[in-house]
């Protein structure tokens, strides 16, 4: 009798001690620099510090821009849960004012779960570019701002 309540002391002690090493994460936290629109689509700008969204279907979806010369490299990727239809939309964008023009867009779509554009375009004028990239991952439709780059 007294072998078995050792034992439950002893392996409460061993859960108390793993316990007290796991992390603790608040649900409280706050998603910074997320915007619903209203078609359903979620913005998510990138370069901002904050915590990742959870998605339905969606893994990841990313967009950069970097800008060599006159050359702009454009990149937009978007990874599913599992195995199902994603297209992207990615365009090139440039700040005329207070708004944002595209200049270039690229399609593209699989039905593998992942997709990548990755397309390079030259520049012809100076200002503030950033890529804007829109997914649809099984029908979850999400969009992805890059920060922006000056040519």
């Known amino acids: 009798m007294k072998l078995k309540m050792r034992q439950r002391v002893w392996m409460s002690l061993v859960l108390a001690a793993v316990l007290a090493v796991i992390p603790v994460t608040s649900s409280q936290a706050k998603v910074k620099v997320l915007q619903k629109l209203d078609n359903g689509a979620v913005v998510q700008i990138g370069g901002e510090e904050g915590i990742d969204p959870q998605y339905i279907n969606t893994a990841t979806i990313s967009a950069d821009l970097s800008i060599s010369g006159s050359t702009a490299h454009v990149y937009a990727k978007a990874t599913a849960k599992r195995v199902c239809h994603v297209s992207v939309v990615m365009r090139l964008q440039y700040k005329d004012g207070d708004t944002w023009t595209t200049k270039k867009s690229w399609i ?11 397309e390079d375009t030259t520049l012809t004028q100076r200002g503030l570019y950033r890529t804007y990239a829109s997914f649809d991952v099984a029908g979850e439709k999400l969009t992805y701002t890059s920060s922006s780059q000056r040519y």
């Open 108 to 118: 593209a779509a699989s039905d593998s779960g992942y997709k990548v554009l990755s």
